[in-house]
Nanobody, 120 residues
Framework: QLQASGGGLVRPGGSLRLTCATS????????TGWFRQAPGKEREFVAA????????YYADSVKGRFTMSRDNAKNTIYLQMNTLKSEDTAVYYC???????????????WGQGTLVTVSS
């Protein structure tokens, strides 16, 4: 299981960085993704990155505010979230799979989730 961390309470306009440790869990050359589930809503795609970090993909709702990256030497992926809005409040999940797709079914490995609350 992947280990996600970094969630918390932040004011609107603030920033947070989520971290996901993949060590010993995922095969080499796997893509990784972030998904989120807001209260009462379906889980949705947030961002994905390919195995070497050369290509990243974002949901329209976070494009320009969130940046996904990875450090393969540390077996860690990151989601830098800036200019946070109340609608970003959700449990954020990291995942890993063969390719950086937007569909949940493309990912074989999942983290336990970390809660992000954006509120004044």
């Amino acid at each position: 299981q992947l280990q996600a961390s970094g969630g918390g309470l932040v004011r609107p306009g603030g920033s947070l960085r989520l971290t996901c440790a993949t060590s010993g869990v995922t095969p080499d050359h796997y893509a990784t993704g972030w998904f989120r589930q807001a209260p009462g809503k379906e889980r949705e795609f947030v961002a994905a990155i390919n195995w070497n970090g050369s290509s990243a993909y974002y949901a329209d709702s976070v494009k320009g505010r969130f940046t996904m990256s990875r450090d393969n030497a540390k077996n860690t992926i990151y989601l830098q979230m800036n200019t946070l809005k109340s609608e970003d409040t959700a449990v954020y999940y990291c995942a890993a799979g063969p390719s950086p797709r937007t569909e949940e079914s493309s990912y074989n490995y999942w983290g336990q989730g970390t809660l992000v609350t954006v509120s004044s």
